[in-house]
C-alpha cells in the first residue's frame, strides 16, 4: 500500500475515533432532568445572574427566527421539529431547568 494511502487511512480512523463520543449527546432527554452532582451556591448565582438572562435572549431570538423559519418548515413537513428545536427547547431550558443544573 501507498505511503500516502496509509496516511490518509490511519487519518480516518483517528478522525472517526475523537468523534465517537458526540454520538452520546444526541441522546434526547429534554424531559427527564437527573443532578449528577448537587448544585453548588456559586453555579445557582451564575445561573440566576448569567446563564438565564443570556438564554431568555436566546429564546427571543431564536422565537423570532422561527416566526420567520416556520411557514417554510411546515411546508416542507417538520414544522413540528422547527418548533421543537427552536421555541420549546429553549423555554425548557431558559425556565423548567433546575437551578444551577447546566
Same mark, same amino acid.
Given at each position: 500500500m501507498p505511503k500516502r494511502m496509509?496516511?490518509?487511512?490511519?487519518?480516518?480512523?483517528?478522525?472517526?475515533?475523537c468523534l465517537s463520543p458526540v454520538s452520546a449527546l444526541a441522546v434526547d432527554d429534554t424531559?427527564?432532568?437527573v443532578f449528577k452532582r448537587e448544585p453548588?451556591?456559586?453555579? $445557582?448565582?451564575? !445561573?440566576?445572574?448569567?446563564?438565564r438572562p443570556i438564554s431568555i435572549g436566546c429564546l427571543i431570538v431564536s422565537t423570532g427566527a422561527w416566526l420567520v423559519a416556520y411557514p417554510f418548515a411546515a411546508?416542507?413537513?417538520?414544522?413540528?421539529?422547527?418548533?421543537?428545536? $427552536?421555541?420549546? !427547547?429553549?423555554?425548557?431550558?431558559?425556565?423548567?431547568?433546575?437551578l444551577g443544573d447546566f
Open positions: 496509509c496516511k490518509f487511512i490511519v487519518g480516518l480512523l483517528v478522525a472517526a475515533l424531559e427527564i432532568y453548588k451556591g456559586d453555579a $445557582m448565582a451564575g !445561573d440566576i445572574a448569567i446563564i411546508l416542507g413537513g417538520n414544522g413540528e421539529a422547527a418548533t421543537q428545536k $427552536m421555541v420549546k !427547547d429553549p423555554f425548557n431550558y431558559t425556565f423548567r431547568r433546575p
